[in-house]
C-alpha cells in the first residue's frame, strides 16, 4: 500500500513539472507575458486583448481603469538644493531666533548668535582676498590654527609629522582658513573624537590630512561634499568643505575627501611645492 501511494505522490510531482515548463500548452504563461511587456512599455494599457483567459482579461482591464505608467525620478537641480539649503539654514539660524526673541525679555543673547550666523554666511559668500604667498613652516601653521580650533571647540586633536621642518611657498591666510573648516568639519562628524592631523613631504609637494573616526562619508554625502549648502546634518550650513576648497585651490593647493580604511573620514590638502 505504502508502495502506490509513493508511486502516486511521484506521478503528481512529475506531472506538474511538466505543466510548470510547458508553457506552449499553458494559455496563462503567454497572457501573463503579454501583459508583463506592456506594463515594462509603460504608456497607455490597452484594456482587451482577444488571446488573454478571462481571469487575466479581468486584471487587465482592472490595471487599464487605473493605470499610470512609471516616469523616472527627475534629479533635483543643483541650484535647487542650494536655495532650498539656504532657506533652511536662515530659517534655523535667523527667522526662528528672531521670533523667539520677541517672546524674551532679554533677547540679547539670541539676536547675537543671529548676527554670528549671518556673519559666517557672509564669510562664506565673499571673494577670496589677493593671494599673498611667502615662505612659511606647515608644521607651524598647523600649530597655530590646531590651538585655535582647540580654544573654541575643546575637541582633542593630534598632530604627526614626518619633520618639524615642512617649508614651501603658499599663502598662509589661504591655508590656515581652509584647515580650520576641515577640522571643523571633522570634529562635527567625528562625533566628538580625537581628530588627527598629519602632515608629510609628498614627491613634488606637501600632503596634508585631517582624520576624523566617525562614521565616514556616505555615499550621497561623497557625491555632494563641495555642493553649496548641502549637508547630512540638519543644523549645518553645508558650507564648510565648499568654502574650504574654494580657498584652497584659489591659491593653488588642492583638496580632496574621502574615507580611511578602519572607519572615518578624511580630508586631504596637497600643497605643491615650486
Known sequence: MEMVVWVLVVGLAVALIVLLFRKSDNPYAGALDRLSRDLERGGEL????????PEVGRIRAALASGWQPVREEVEEDSDDRAIR???????????????????????????ASVVNALEDLRF??????????????????????????????DI???VRY???TLRTELDPEAFSDGLFLLLANAGRFGEGNTVVVEAEGAGEGIRVR??????????????HAFEPFWSTDPDA??????????LLEAR?????VGNREGGGGEAVIFIPTP
Request: net charge negative; no cysteine; glycine share 8%.
Open 46 to 53: 490597452n484594456a482587451q486583448a482577444t488571446d488573454d483567459p
Open 85 to 111: 539649503g539656504l532657506v533652511r539654514f536662515l530659517d534655523a539660524a535667523a527667522v526662528g531666533p528672531l521670533k523667539q526673541s520677541l517672546e524674551s525679555e532679554d533677547s540679547r543673547e539670541i539676536v
Open 124 to 153: 562664506y559668500a565673499q571673494d577670496p582676498p589677493p593671494s599673498e604667498p611667502r615662505h612659511a613652516n606647515v608644521p607651524e601653521l598647523i600649530q597655530k590654527v590646531v590651538r585655535e580650533y582647540i580654544q573654541e571647540t
Open 156 to 158: 582633542p586633536v593630534k
Open 162 to 164: 614626518s619633520q618639524s
Open 210 to 223: 585631517v582624520l576624523d573616526r566617525g562614521p565616514g562619508f556616505e555615499a550621497a554625502a561623497l557625491e
Open 237 to 246: 550650513v553645508g558650507m564648510g568643505l565648499p568654502f574650504a576648497r574654494r
Open 252 to 256: 593653488g593647493m588642492r583638496l580632496r
